[in-house]
């Protein structure tokens, strides 16, 4: 792929191996550990959203540098880790479980603005 950053030459590209790793490490998470979360969502939208994501986040790595790839990573865990530890609990939802899940489901509406 791309040894140097295309904005930061002086800097390394992300490499085909840590995108795979992410990609990896991000499906198992997604369809495995956190599956109940988005069981109403179908799975063909899944597979594009994590295929985006990982897509987004592998051309600012090929952009700006390995190190912004793997910031950008730390910061969207750092999110999901507020928001299942802290935000979903304050709400009275299990972080872990999605319980109660109609619960859920109208806070991530009115979360997105729907309601």
Do not use: C
Not at 15 to 36: M, N
Not at 53 to 58: C, D, I, P
């Amino acid at each position: 792929m791309f040894e140097h950053a295309i904005l930061f030459p002086s800097l390394s590209a992300v490499s085909l191996t840590e995108i795979l790793a992410v990609l990896t490490i991000a499906s198992l998470a997604y369809f495995v550990v956190f599956k109940k979360f988005e069981k109403h969502v179908p799975v063909r939208r899944r597979i594009v959203k994590l295929l985006t994501v990982v897509g987004v986040l592998s051309i600012i790595g090929i952009l700006f540098s390995r190190y912004v790839f793997w910031g950008m990573i730390v910061l969207m865990t750092i999110g999901q880790v507020y928001l299942h530890g802290v935000y979903f609990p304050k709400h009275g939802i299990n972080g872990l479980t999605a319980e109660p899940y109609d619960k859920y489901i109208e806070l991530t509406e009115r979360m997105k603005g729907k309601k």
